[in-house]
């Protein structure tokens, strides 16, 4: 906007006549189609709305800057960690998971943590959650878990029974289904709770070693939650509460901030593993892999507009720096194709242009593709657009190369992760015994209130899945469920889909 004393114009710059009164023929008469305002306001308006992100849709979001505060380059030359003090802009957004644009934010569910660094190589995107572990190990699961925790297909309400029956089939769900039943569930904003990246990702240094990492983010404000009783209320009279607890810390200035730590694991350490270290429902014991410090974000500036700043945000794991890499996490790999996919559909293909997306850190943006619809960046002029050529543009930054992968198993199968592991409950059972008798019973207390609603079957399913992470586990479901624990079949169970 450039009319600096507001008067009105069209979208491309045109004096409106009349804002209030709509041309009609004769007082009284119908309208006439020579009103072009009237018909371009409107069918503007007509398409504002866009899709709304498949997951995660009701967010908030804020700039800040990351500040490095130990030297980390033993495991990676990426530059956004060359030397302690550097700092890099970046943008974070965070977000409930079933809920859809107009949901209300104290929800018992898992949280987004989306990290965007604009760092001098790229945007690094870090698109993580508050909680270490996820459901499953194969992202063919992943449209079922949309399905279960967003509305029936007939009621078009929430279906618990759907959800349980897929949970509880997943024994592997467990880890992830605990945490989500603490008090973890219902975190009292967005500031009050950990950050993870939850896969493995790898870090490669300059002499082109990998290591296998990942990254936390520890809130400095504490961790806050509310309980089931404490959400309902609140719900009743603010739908926004985080939102809310978000912007107007930033904007009193009292900038919330988080430390991060990576893990590290190296190749041979990963081999001699006794589980899995690509497993997303497993964490690494901090005892054997302990927190490294790394830096410190603080989130100080407010988006100006939230649309054109967090609802047209686009992170993607896709998107990492030299230094930074993927690892054989199946999930990431499945993950590596759905952001970039959703977004151009979301966003449309030259999503990259909008400024919250733009590499606005990078010294050098030389990319390849051109044209597509709402190109406006200029398209790259006149510049080369084809490869080779005898200009030397376009050319490779082997830097960036990562070093070979030697994979352990080649067979190319659909390998079923249960014939490799299938300790499913030894996590979630240390989980459970690191509980106070006090968050025990809140945890048993949330699982009953959860499953309102569902079948014997499903219930006795999960009393199982309890039972074998922790007797006392299995019992105390049961018991807040009203369910004589001599009724479950805990020996010889029929309850799994297909196992
Ligand atoms: C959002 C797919 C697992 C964290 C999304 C979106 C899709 C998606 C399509 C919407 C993207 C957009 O429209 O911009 C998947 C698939 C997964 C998976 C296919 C598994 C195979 C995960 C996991 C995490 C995660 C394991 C965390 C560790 C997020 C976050 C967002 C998101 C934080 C919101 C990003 C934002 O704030 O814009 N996911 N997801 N997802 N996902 Fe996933």
Redesign the pocket.
């Known amino acids: 906007m450039t009319n600096k004393d507001n008067r009105l114009t069209t979208l491309f710059g045109n004096p409106v006549g009349d804002r209030e009164n709509t041309m009609t023929a004769g007082p009284r008469g119908p309208l006439v189609m020579q009103d072009p305002y009237f018909l371009d306001m409107m069918a503007h308006f007509d398409r504002e709305v866009i899709p709304e ?4 849709a009701k ?1 908030s ?1 804020a700039y800040g800057t990351f500040t490095v505060t130990n030297d980390i380059s033993q495991y990676t030359k990426a530059k956004i960690f060359s030397e302690v003090g550097k700092q890099t802009e970046m943008f974070a ?3 409930t ?1 079933a809920g859809e644009r107009g949901a209300a934010d104290a929800e018992r569910d898992i949280r ?3 990290l965007k660094f604009y760092t001098e190589e790229g945007n690094w995107d870090l ?3 508050n909680t270490p572990v ?1 459901f499953f190990r194969d ?1 063919k699961l ?2 079922s878990l949309n399905h279960v925790v967003k509305r029936d297909p007939k009621t078009n309400m929430h279906n618990a029974e759907s959800n349980w029956d897929f949970w509880t089939n997943l024994p592997e769900a467990l880890h992830q289904v605990t945490i989500i039943m603490t008090e973890r569930g219902i975190p009292k904003g967005f500031r009050n709770m950990h950050g ?4 493995t990702y790898s870090m490669i240094n300059e002499n082109d070693e990998r290591v296998w990492v990942k990254f936390h983010f520890r809130t400095q404000q504490g961790i806050e939650n509310y309980s089931a009783e404490e959400a309902a209320e609140l719900v009743g009279s603010d739908r926004e509460s985080s939102q809310r607890d978000l912007f107007n810390s930033i904007e009193e200035g009292d900038f919330p901030k988080w430390k991060v730590y990576i893990q590290v694991m190296t190749e041979e350490e990963a081999k001699n593993l006794p589980y899995n270290p690509f497993d ?1 429902t497993k964490v690494w014991y901090k005892g054997d892999f302990p927190l490294i410090p790394v830096g410190e974000f603080e989130l100080n500036k407010n988006p100006e507009n939230y649309f054109a700043e967090v609802e047209q ?4 794991p896709t998107n990492i720096v030299p230094g930074i890499g993927f690892s054989p996490d199946k ?2 790999q ?2 590596l ?3 970039g ?3 151009r559909y ?2 449309g293909v030259n999503h990259h242009q909008i400024p919250v997306n733009s590499p606005k850190g990078a010294e050098n943006v030389c990319p390849f593709s051109r044209d597509g619809a709402m190109r406006v960046d200029g398209n790259a002029g006149s510049s080369i657009n084809y490869y080779p050529n005898s200009y030397g543009a376009h050319n490779s930054q082997p830097h960036a190369k990562q070093p070979a992968l030697d994979l352990e198993y080649s067979s190319v199968y659909e390998h079923n992760f249960r014939d490799d592991d299938d300790n499913y409950f030894e996590q979630p059972g240390k989980l459970f015994r690191l509980q106070s008798d006090e968050d025990k019973q809140r945890l048993f207390y949330n699982t009953a209130n959860e499953m309102t609603g569902t079948t014997t079957r499903t219930k006795h399913r999960h009393i199982y899945n309890c039972y074998q992470a922790d007797p006392d586990y299995g019992k105390g479901v049961a018991a807040a469920l009203g369910i004589d624990i001599n009724d479950v079949d805990l020996e010889t169970p029929d309850y799994f889909h297909n196992m």
């Open positions: 992100r498949r997951m995660h967010g979001g957004r965070f977000s998971v987004g943590f989306a698109v993580g959650n996820f992202p992943f449209p993870f990246g939850s896969h997303l945000a686009a992170f993607a999930m990431l499945g993950r194709f759905s952001y996919d959703a977004q979301r966003l």
